[in-house]
């Protein structure tokens, strides 16, 4: 069978990868699972009713860019949360999840060619593994930009060489970062953009974990590019229900961004896109317009940040988590003490390294462990505990 070239150098996928490494051993304990980032949490209790009020509505088309009342819900959080007015028409595009705006995005507003060069695309590493398959996928370079703790947690775009930024079409960012929870402030918001306007290139802002945090609301890309006088096109964000909401299965996101953007994006949708059905669609606007699941949702995981903190905080290079549901733990080597915890204590991790890209011979997140805080809170006790027990005493 043959594949595309340009695709063969794709590492195996994370979770496969676990499992070869996993299952050819028992477990040393009833089995936790804290390797995938799945919302465990209730979700509101609106959503069943609302989609059997629609029930009707899995008998029409629905619109590829999303309905009116699903739009206009949307653009009424953005106003709420970052000050933000937009045009439902012209600025929102309504997504089937998040992971399918984030690749789709790249074939519609990706160039095949910039100075008469090779396009690249940036990305932080470890990353969200669309971001590489997208890039290759218009036949761009990926270039897999650090984001350890010398950095902060975060890529320096900033520090990259001038002619490699000339060649830039398209940054990802995620924040708050997964796996390791930084936040991008105000000012490294500021910085990136004013790169982008200088070079030329649009920035892609992943903000799906934006509504868990521990203190403060992170700043959004969009509100800081709204506040600077930014090309409205210089900047796509996108956001989703299934972290917000606990909603992974309803598969509602959007991607906002310029009228420019936005059209590009419509139009090949227009041909590929797979559209929400409508009964999804008004149970997703409702959770739009509802804070109050969120508040309760954002609790739980504080408790659950404090938590982490009560076992780890004596860990040496623990660092609490700002934002997010992953901790992303120090250890000596990822796949060992994987399965070390999986052997000993029943405990599924996901080895950092299994997130990231070698560069030039450096191994990004081998020293560490992404640990995903889902789970009912008594379950997720047991899980740290073990795993402390295991790998820290």
Partial sequence: MVFPERFSNLPEYAFPRLRKLLDVHQAGGD???????????????????????????????????????????????????YGVHLNADQHILALNGTREGLFNAALALGVEEKARQKPAVLMPNPFYQVYAVASLAINAEPIYVPATAETGDLPDYVALPAAL????????????????????????????????????????????????YRNTPPVGALQVAHDMG????????????????????????????????????????????????????????????????????????????????????????YQPLEAGFFLWLPVENDEAAALKLWREAGVRCLPGSYLSRAVAGQAIGQDR????????????????????????Q
């Fill in 230 to 317: 930014a090309d409205p096109d210089r900047v796509v964000v996108f956001h989703s229900l299934s972290k917000r909401s606990n909603l992974p299965g309803l598969r509602s996101g959007f991607a906002a961004s310029g009228s420019g953007n936005i059209a590009a994006m419509k139009q090949l949708k227009n041909y590929t896109g797979a559209p929400l059905p409508l009964p999804l669609q008004a149970a997703a606007a409702l959770a739009w317009r509802d804070e109050a699941h969120v508040e309760e949702n954002r609790a739980i995981y504080r408790r659950k940040y404090q938590m982490a903190d009560e076992i780890f905080g004596n860990v040496a290079g």
């Fill in 369 to 392: 462990l992404r640990v995903a805080l889902v789970a009912e809170e008594q379950e997720l006790q047991r899980g740290l505990l073990r795993l402390h027990g295991c790998l820290y």
């Fill in 165 to 212: 930024l000339d060649r830039v079409t398209i940054a990802y960012l995620c924040s708050p970062a997964n796996p390791q929870g930084a936040v991008a402030t105000e000012a490294y918001w500021r910085d990136l953009i004013a790169l982008a306007e200088r070079h030329d290139f649009r920035i892609f802002a992943d903000e799906c974990y934006s509504e868990i």
């Fill in 31 to 81: 089995p936790i699972n804290m390797s995938i980032g799945e919302p465990r949490h209730p979700f509101p209790e609106f959503i069943g009713r609302a989609i059997s009020e629609a029930l009707e509505g899995f008998g029409r088309y629905p619109p590829n860019e999303g309905g009116e009342d699903l739009r206009a819900a949307i653009v009424a959080w953005i106003a709420r949360r």
